[in-house]
């Protein structure tokens, strides 16, 4: 059974944004994975924010969901509770919503592996004490 791929901010911006250093990492990996891609709605709110001054920035984000390459099967308000827990527990890194959004997803979705930039999540466990695997540049 192929993993399920859960996307942060970081390689979607990357992958959309041609000036990003990780331009052509986000393209090899995407290229390599089948739709759809999960994510959560903070990560959509970080990326449309900071692809706001590109060119339909936040218009290639959303059209990515209209096309349903990326899905968000997360709903924040029935996990409220977990997220707030786990920002809590993660409060000095500090964890941003849409971390904690994603931990939690890893956490319900079996066999899954967050695609990502940020080496916080080297550091975050999921059910406190897995190890959580991830698709990460080498150099982060």
């Given at each position: 059974?192929?993993?399920k791929v859960l996307l942060d901010t970081g390689p979607l911006v990357a992958f959309l944004n041609k000036k990003d250093r990780y331009h052509k990492w986000a393209i090899t990996h995407f290229g390599a994975m089948s739709p759809p891609i999960l994510t959560c709605e903070a990560v959509v709110s970080e990326s449309c924010f900071l692809?706001?001054?590109y060119e339909n920035g936040a218009s290639h984000v959303l059209s990515l969901l209209e096309r349903e390459l990326l899905?968000?099967?997360?709903?924040?308000k029935d996990e409220l509770r977990a997220v707030k827990t786990l920002l809590n527990k993660y409060k000095d890194i500090p964890m941003s919503l849409a971390d904690g959004c994603l931990v939690r997803m890893a956490e319900q979705i079996t066999d899954s592996v967050i695609f990502t930039l940020d080496c916080d999540f080297k550091v975050y466990r999921k059910s406190r004490r897995k190890v959580i695997p991830l698709i990460i540049p080498d150099d982060i």
């Amino acid at each position: 059974m192929p993993q399920k791929v859960l996307l942060d901010t970081g390689p979607l911006v990357a992958f959309l944004n041609k000036k990003d250093r990780y331009h052509k990492w986000a393209i090899t990996h995407f290229g390599a994975m089948s739709p759809p891609i999960l994510t959560c709605e903070a990560v959509v709110s970080e990326s449309c924010f900071l692809l706001r001054q590109y060119e339909n920035g936040a218009s290639h984000v959303l059209s990515l969901l209209e096309r349903e390459l990326l899905t968000i099967p997360f709903c924040l308000k029935d996990e409220l509770r977990a997220v707030k827990t786990l920002l809590n527990k993660y409060k000095d890194i500090p964890m941003s919503l849409a971390d904690g959004c994603l931990v939690r997803m890893a956490e319900q979705i079996t066999d899954s592996v967050i695609f990502t930039l940020d080496c916080d999540f080297k550091v975050y466990r999921k059910s406190r004490r897995k190890v959580i695997p991830l698709i990460i540049p080498d150099d982060i």
